[in-house]
């Protein structure tokens, strides 16, 4: 059983369809630490599409014009998702705020392994010795795989 996620905003988006007329369609959103879940026609009864955000890399293409706010979430698979919200809304500010905080996690997550993994070989951190790119580095420690 998946459990809860704790809710740091829901409300609506206008997603722009993947049909041949691209029309605006709402949805309604629940955002979370972790990821951003759509729902059809407003209703969290039916089945939403959940994008985590370790499969989204940015958000994009911010505009402002007239009523609305429009912004693209960018996926690591290079798909393009379009969004837009009222202009006074600022979904795009927390949808991002959301992705880098979570971003962010992820990298303290992966210095603290390195440093553990650095610990496990022997080494003193402060030993190191680092070559001019990080995946140098990673290379000469093993963490990579070189080409």
């Given at each position: 059983m998946k459990m809860q996620a704790e809710v740091i905003r829901e409300g609506e988006l206008e997603k722009r369809s993947d049909s041949l007329f691209q029309l605006w369609k709402k949805k309604l959103v629940v955002l979370t630490k972790d990821s951003l879940s759509l729902f059809p026609d407003g209703h969290k009864r039916a089945k939403g599409k959940e994008l985590g955000f370790g499969?989204?890399?940015?958000?994009?293409?911010?505009?402002?014009?007239?009523?609305?706010i429009y912004f693209t979430i960018v996926t690591k698979d290079r798909k393009e998702i379009d969004f837009r919200c009222p202009d006074q809304s600022c979904?795009?500010?927390?949808?991002?705020?959301?992705?880098?905080?979570?971003?962010?996690?992820?990298?303290?997550?992966?210095?603290?392994?390195?440093?553990?993994?650095i610990e496990c070989l022997g080494l003193k951190w402060d030993r190191v010795p680092m070559k001019e790119s990080k995946e140098e580095s990673w290379k000469q420690l093993g963490f990579l795989q070189a080409c």
């Open positions: 499969s989204i890399l940015k958000v994009d293409c911010v505009e402002r014009t007239g009523k609305y979904w795009n500010a927390s949808i991002t705020m959301a992705l880098i905080d979570f971003q962010n996690k992820r990298a303290i997550q992966a210095y603290h392994w390195m440093i553990n993994q």
